[in-house]
């Protein structure tokens, strides 16, 4: 609870380190709060955790959201980045996360399109030129429909890689959002469990695939 709200000596998922990363503290945060429903579920009369949410996700946005975008990281007003662990707050229909915390996720990813080529959305500006197939849609899954424009124009940039012909690899974990190339999780092979501990390109076991999911997630809960 104590390094939720700032985050500091940790590596991402994406291999980012440094303190207070927004979307870092945003997966710390939805921590607590689950803590607070496994009390509810087991009918623990204790709401320690659940205010303690509260208070962090308010002190949250007082950090890092902006008129026209979330920063990435507190104080610095020119990063952004793909919030996309906002996603399971959106999923789980909690009630920590309003709809105009979403709308500045949108906002962001507006101003930032002109970064934005046919193959995706830039994954923060600390990785100019970096995109992520899975990242992308994930943070699609939590814009709301009224604005399925932005929403839409993520999706599609996914697409457009995904049946890409010239390229070996189209989906792999990051890949070049200006020309499409690869630049991990592909060209290497692993031996895996789904095929018999057979060697499988490492781009098959991309995150993308389970991403993709989410997105059919939203409508079956």
Known sequence: IDN?????????????NGADMSNLAIKGILGVYSMAKINEAVKV??????????QL???????????DHINSVYGQSTSWGLMYNLFPATWLNTDLI????????????????????NFGLDL?????????????????????????TVRNQLI????LQSFRSSVKFP????????TGVHISGSGRYVASPITDKRMVPMCYLSA??????GMLALRLV
């Open 4 to 16: 939720s709200l700032h985050p500091s000596e940790f590596v991402t998922a994406d291999g980012l």
């Open 45 to 54: 009369s204790n709401n320690t955790y659940m205010d303690r949410a509260k």
């Open 57 to 67: 996700i308010t002190d949250w946005k007082q950090l890092a959201v902006t008129n």
């Open 98 to 117: 309003e709809n105009d915390v979403c709308v500045q996720q949108v906002l962001s990813s507006v101003k930032h399109s002109f970064t934005c080529s």
């Open 124 to 148: 923060n500006s600390a990785q100019h030129g970096v995109a992520s197939p899975h990242w992308t849609l994930m943070t699609a899954a939590t814009i709301p429909d009224n604005l399925a």
């Open 156 to 159: 599609k940039s996914i697409y």
């Open 171 to 178: 989906l792999p974990v990051t890949y070049d959002s200006s």
């Open 208 to 213: 993308i695939q389970g991403a993709s999911f």
